[in-house]
């Protein structure tokens, strides 16, 4: 039994390592916020949650397969938390089963395994009963073909019979055991003999002469009842093996249930969060990795509309056939913002939810690799600019073709002269082996020049602003501009009537100089 939530011809391994660039996502893309609401202060969904996201899939079918079975969880929330909630329930009445050291001896093992098939069962019977009155509601794969399953496999005749199995295993008469004599008398090819069926009434069989010869262990007597221990163990070995293994092949499928529907519980909790803030979801459109794919209508950052409750601004996007975007503009206009917009929809389409846009669509790729400036190491084991060029470096030790990364105003720690030059190459290096690139930057000489090679696969974006200053926090097409507007945002601070002038003479600084003079 499998439940194939996840994918098609196999289970979703929660214990599978992350990639190597998966801190810097979560740092640098605020996932933080979005594994947060998806979790909803479960700790189990939080873990699931960042395996899912942060393990891109690759293939186009691999997104859709789950894309549908999302769709059936956003229509019929109500059965997916039963299912879940019943899954969770099993597990956790399963794990109180659980003896220590006690577990290692025959007769306990099948004690236990008896407990769990029958608390099983149960829960077999109740997950078919949802399977056989929710099917129809189904539309995807995955769930069609549980349900199937489910009504196949558990049919009511079969339970019965794991019910009587169950009933016999208890040996509430006591397992009938034979064995033969070896060597010195030793018991020897013991084997756990099935009851033959008596007809008679219980006073009967009370009242009625035993056709066997008997014994008893005196209750003091220890060593006697562990030697009958012994024989008991020894002939119940080969049925509490193969009782163990049926319940553990039961319960890992709850297990592996609860863990592919955390995923989709995780989404519904994420969709409800959004849907409050009026913010609005898609299924995006993927398209393969060798493809050049990118549109967006209504494209926002996940992170801020789930921290913020401010206006969500929107942009949109229509670049399909490009490699390269370099984002420029005025400062505090949206530009980072937009950024991570880009690398959470990429991740949240990969693994298969919904996009924060009003449509989507974008080609897979290989990797998702960030780039962003950092502050300054408080350990001074390495400069700014050096730093920055190991994690460049690790990177492209890690990329592949059709991969994606994400500049954000790096190569700023050196002068714009030499970090321009170094920028140059590396973007035109990545583009030459087919990555995609998004480079947000306030460098004018490294946005300029490669404006200037009038390359096909480019786009150029600007943060938009206004005449009055106002900014809109919409990144729409344009060249670059030789300024950043950062008096704007000086105006803003110190108030429109600071100014840049000369200082006053100083007898203690003879050196003309230029100050702050902020009026009052």
Known sequence: MKAFLMFRERDFDLAQELPPQAE?????????ALFEAMAAGDHFLLEVARKAVL???????????????????????????????????????????????????????????VLVLQLCVGSLRRLRRIAEEEAEKFRSEGFRA????????????????VESHIERLKFRRGPLISAALGKGNAGTRHRLRRLNGDGRRWLERLLARQPAYTFRIHERDEAGAR??????DRGVGLVANAT???????????????????????ALNLHQRLATRGAAVCFPAASPC????????????????????????????????????????????????WLRAIGLAQLTMQCGLFAPAQSYCANLCSGLFVHYRREEDAEMRAGKFEEELQRLSAIVDCLEADGMVLFNESLQSTN?????????????????????????????????????KKLGNAMFLRAERRKDGVRT?????????????????????????ATIGPAREDPDQPAPRQILRVAR
């Open 24 to 32: 810097d996502l979560v740092r640098d893309l605020g996932l933080v």
């Open 55 to 113: 393990s891109s899939l690759k293939e186009v079918d691999a997104v859709r397969y789950r894309q549908e079975i999302l769709k059936d969880c956003l229509a019929n929330p109500a059965v997916i938390r039963a299912v879940y909630d019943l899954a969770v329930e099993t597990v956790d009445a399963e794990r109180k089963h659980y003896w220590g050291l006690l577990s290692r001896y025959p007769g306990s093992i099948l004690h236990r395994s």
């Open 146 to 161: 549980l349900f199937a399953m489910l009504q196949r496999e558990l049919a009511e005749d079969y339970l019965t019979i």
């Open 227 to 232: 030697i009958l221990s012994e024989l008991r």
């Open 244 to 266: 163990a293994q049926s319940a553990d092949h039961i319960v890992s499928f709850f297990r592996m249930l609860r863990t592919e529907l955390a995923f989709y519980i995780g």
């Open 290 to 337: 060798g493809e050049r794919r990118q549109r967006a209508q209504g494209l926002y950052d996940v992170g801020l509309a789930l921290l913020g409750d401010g206006e969500i601004v929107g942009n949109d996007l229509d670049a399909d056939g490009k490699d390269l975007f370099i984002v420029t503009g005025a400062n505090q206009g949206g530009k980072s913002t």
């Open 416 to 452: 714009e002269r030499e970090g321009s030059q170094i920028g140059r190459q590396i973007v035109e290096a990545l583009i030459d082996s087919r990555i995609k690139v998004f480079f947000v930057t306030h460098m004018y000489d490294l946005a300029g020049r490669l404006y200037d």
């Open 473 to 497: 926090f919409r990144i729409l097409p344009g060249a670059p501009l030789s300024t950043s507007y950062g008096k704007d945002v000086f105006a803003e601070v110190f108030g429109t009537d």
